[in-house]
C-alpha cells in the first residue's frame, strides 16, 4: 500500500511545505538563532518547478525546534530573473550577508554554457526576518576569460580583516566540450565583503571532471580542506557511482601562495547527496548539511505525485564534522538524540517495529568480529549487507524508483548508526567514516504507518530507538 501524498513525509529531516527543495544555503547561527535556507521552487516539484529557483527559509532557536517562515526573496529582477541560485551566509554585527548567485538567461539562440548565461553574486543583508535590497557584487565581467558561464555558489568568510569569495566554475577546454572543459574554483578578495577583487584560480594537477559546483573552504584539526561537486568523473565500480560526486581534496599550501589539491574522497556514498554546506555554529562546532537528492538522477521521487501538488527532496540531519586518523569524520549532532524514546535492545537476529517508520540503531560489533557478514532488512524495501569487505545498500524494485545498489570497500566494519525516517536512510559508519544516504520509498501498513527493520547480525549488540517527530515537521503537515 503506498501511503497518501502526505505520506512518505520525514519525522525529523527538513523538507519543503511542498514543491522542489535543493541544496542548503545560507547556513549560520546569528546571535543564537540557527538559519538554514535552501534551494527552493514552491508548489511545483520536479527540477523546473513553475517558479525559477529561490530561497525558502527554516530558522530557530535550535536544531531540532526550526520553523518554515517562506521565502525571503523572489527571482524578480533583471539581475537574477532566472534563478537566485545558491550561496552562502557570513554573520557580522548586527546583520548576516547572504551571497548568492543570480541566474539570468538571455533570450536568443544560446547554448547556455558559452553564450548567454548572466552569473552574478549578489549580497542582501538581513538580520534574520528583514531582507534588504538586492546588490549585485560581480557579472561575467569579473570571472577570469576562459571561464564558461557557468560560474556560482560564493562561500564566503573572513580571516582577520580580509573577506574571501570562492566560486565554482567550468573553464572551457580546447573542444567546448564536457570531454575537455574542466572544473576549477575561483577565490576573490575583499577589504569589505562589498568591493572584491579577483585572488586566484585553483584547480587539480590532473582534471577532474568538467564542472566544479558548490565549493566550500574551511580548516579542521590544523588541515585546509576543499570541499566541491565535480560533474563528469567516469563512473567505477565501487567510486562515483551517482551521476555527479560530492566530496572533498585534502589543501596543502596557503591561500596567498602555491596551492596543491590531494586525496578526493566522497562525501557519501548513497544514492541520494549532492551540495553540502558547512558553517560554525556559536558552540564552535563545524556542522555540515546535505541536499538528500541528486540533479538529473536517473532515478525519481513518487512523492512528486500528483503532478503539480507534491514535494521533492530534503536535507541531511546536521552533521558536525571532525578531523580524526587523517580523514573527516561526519556524525548526526547530539542534540538529535533528544528526539529519541522506547530504546529497545535487539536481539542479533532480531528486529524492531518503527511507528512512521522512525527510528535511530546503534550497532557494535565485538572486537575482533568487524569482518564477518551481515544484513539488515528495512520493511520490504531496502536491505544493508556486509559481506567479503563490502557494505552494500541494495534497494527493491518495488522502492527503488530506479535505485537499485550502492557499494563500498570497507576493510572493518566495528560500529553503525543508522537514521531512519519513513523514506530516508542515513548509515554512518566507524563513527563517520563513510557515510550512505538514500531516499527508498517501502511499502506502509496499518494505522501506525510500521516499518519492520531485521536484523541478522551475529556478534552484535543492536540498540534501536523510536524517533519523535520533529515540532518543525508537525507544524508542516
Ligand atoms: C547544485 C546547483 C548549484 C546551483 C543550484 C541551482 O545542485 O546546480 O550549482 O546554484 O543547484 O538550484
Redesign the pocket.
Known sequence: MLKDRKGWRLQYHLMPPDGWL??PNGLCQFQGIYHIFF?YSPNTPGPDGRFA?TWGHYAGRDLLHLKYTGVPFWPTDPIDCN?C??GSALTEGDHIRLYY?GNVKEPGNHDYTYSGRQANEILVETDGENFGEKNCLLTNRDYPENCSCHV??PKVWKEGDTYYMIL?ARVKGPDLSADTDFGEVLFYQSDDGVHWNFLKALTSEKRFGYMW??PDYFCLGGKTFLSL?PQGLPEEEYRYQNIYQSGYFTVEGSLNDAQCLHDFREWDYGFDF??PQSFVDERGRRLFIG?VGM?DAPYANPTAEPAGKGWENCLTVPRELSFENGIIHQNPVEELKDLRYDETPVMPHGSMILPDGAGDFEISFLEGTGDLDWSICFGDGAVLSYQEDVLRLTISDSAGFGRKERKVIIPDIEFLRILVDSSLLEIYVNDGEYVITSRFYPAYTGDHQNLNVRFSCDLAAVTGWKMKTMETNMNLV
Do not use: L, V
Request: hydrophobic share 10%.
Open positions: 535543493n541544496d534551494q529557483r534563478g541560485y545558491s548567485t556560482r555558489d565554482g559546483e558548490c561537486c549532492y551540495a541536499w540533479p
